[in-house]
């Protein structure tokens, strides 16, 4: 991935006035030793983890009590125990703001837009808790929630940790089955349901879905319908045990909030693997963890400050949507997006970047690609100056979309492509304020993250690709999976190829700056004639084509080997002919290797993805074996499975 110098390169000042170079300053009067670049100071976080998340703690004022201990049993994974002795509210962390400064503005669609400010927030989160607490909730229920992106998503979130519940979250898109497959796991309290919520310029109502959902969660003493579309009053009236959001809280009024204060490792979220392989894991995550690893994430690699004003577009089923929550703790305002990114047009999203003064914009990678062909030029239609960074996350960022966000978008920004996982509701790798943007690279290692790629026999390899692995604990470890109770779920998902160690299934590569490539899921590498190789690498190379609006690709078992099928969606007006065949082959041959050429290329309409807009390999390479997928529920377009199975072209 070399070229002759990086895509930008940040400033004396922008690195002066980065919050992780002040934090570099303190970590060497803390450590008594220099600490000159970011390099050192990720050494020093690994080495001196007691250290390095104390300091963390300390310098992003954490509000509870740390107490004596920092680390016990260090060195087991799992096993490890951050802040054994600590007592603290996730909640109460973030809702340090006050004021009549904007916390939240949400925008649904061009349908609806609201602001709350931080008393606003407050209050609400005070009501909320008031009615909590008259139902009996108490620390360790559940409350679940099927909502859109929206403020009474994130006040219900705040009043039921604020308890000491434990959340878990989905969007109102999902089907019945996809619902209870992880509600149903969980037994939740009490849920959350919108009316409907909008979509492509659509109105969808889900009273109906909300009053099915609650026949088969039994567990539900309290169902509380927000009004989206305007009919959540006359919903509420149709469905069991259920109330409308507003006529609820109005029996309250806003009082001063309590906290209440619970162990470090206390379960705050419930999150959900995507399931597409079977019944969603639900994976535990725990406050303390959670708060910590997001205050690092926010403060030191997204360069986060009072004031700024932070969006990533996301789902309440994506662990995206609680890692943007958290920016609160940083006093920051939250831009909030439910909808389709591209109604009317792709330009919404750049249309709330420039009227809010976005400074942070997280987005997909998918996102970015449809946006350069689109041919949409953002830079020369929205005032994005704003914009001090610019994420994507959710697969690998090709190179060319590299070039086009400062082609394309801002020229002067901070680039930060970011990979971790709902796993650990955060990063692996991820950017870095004070480092140069390279073209196809992750900028580093977060802080605290032993992270190394590994050969297939467990060695560390510093050139070639391997399994990307994590070799110290850290403190955004989940607790575990629900209903596992010897850990043996856990200890599979993560644990079983290497002994003590995290491996996290992506394919990835070291470059020669310092940075990573991820080259996809491990699982679903291509291995024909024993080589392995990486999806997102065939990825980068044919949809640079303009014919080729996305592809799939899975390696078929063949002839006692593997052979490599791809799948492409074409644009509108191209034909999968010889010469787009002998094109597509000839990019990916110099583009890549010979290795990557696939033996068979098939066009189709539609490429299944899950909820959250990830194309799902596994799901196609099932179908086209002949193996069932097990949980349809998890796609987005589970009709889209069809167009894969018995195609003559495989046979």
Known sequence: MSQAGPLWTPSDTQKNQAPVTAFMRAAETVSGRPIGDYPALHAWSIDDR??????????????????????????????????????????ENLLRGKGAGDALVFRGEDKVERRLSWDELRGMVSRLQQLFRAQGLKAGDRVA??????????????????????????????????????????????????????????????????????????????????????????????????????????????????????????????????????????????????????????????????????????????????????????????????????????????????????TYFGTSAKFIDAVRKAGLVPMETHDLSTVRTLSSTGSPLAPENFEFVYRGIKKDTHLASISGGTDIVSCFVLGVPTLPVWIGEIQAAGLGMAVEVWDEDGRPMREGKGELVCTRAFPAMPIGFWNDPDGAKYHAAYFDRFDNVWCHGDFAEWTEHGGIVIHGRSDATLNPGGVRIGTAEIYNQVEQLPEILEAICIGQDWEDDVRVVLFVRLAEGAVLDEALEKTIRTKIRTGASPRHVPAKIIAVSDIPRTKSGKITELAVRDIVHGRAVKNQEALANPEALALYRDLPALR
């Open 145 to 358: 929630a099927m909502m859109p992106n929206m403020p009474e998503t994130i006040a219900a979130m705040l009043a039921a940790t604020s308890l000491g519940a434990v959340w878990s979250s989905c969007s109102p898109d999902f089907g019945v089955q996809g619902v209870l497959d992880r509600f149903g796991q969980i037994e939740p309290t009490v849920f959350i349901a919108p009316d409907g919520y909008w979509y492509g310029g659509k109105a969808f109502d889900v009273a109906d879905k909300t009053a099915e959902l609650l026949t088969k969660l039994p567990s539900v003493r309290l169902a509380l319908i927000v009004d989206y579309l305007g009919t959540a009053q006359a919903a509420a009236g149709k469905i069991d045990r259920a109330q409308a959001f507003t006529a609820a809280l109005d029996a309250y009024d806003a009082a001063e909030l309590t906290f209440e204060q619970l162990p470090f490792s206390h379960p705050l979220y419930i999150l959900f693997s995507s399931g597409t392989t079977g019944i969603p894991k639900c994976i535990v995550h725990s406050a303390g963890g959670t708060l910590l690893q997001h205050l690092k994430e926010h403060r030191l690699h997204a360069g986060l400050v009072p004031g700024d004003r932070l969006f990533y577009f996301t789902t309440c089923g994506w662990m995206m949507w609680n890692w943007l929550v958290s920016g609160l703790a940083s006093e920051v305002t939250l831009l909030l997006y439910d909808g389709s990114p591209f109604h009317p047009d792709g330009n919404i999203l750049f249309d709330f970047a420039d009227a809010e003064r976005m």
């Open 50 to 91: 007691e250290a390095f998340w104390s300091l963390v703690w300390e310098t992003c004022g954490v509000i509870g009590e740390r107490g004596e201990r920092v680390l016990v049993d260090g060195d087991r994974m799992p096993g490890a125990a951050f802040f054994p002795d600590a007592r603290l509210n996730f909640a």
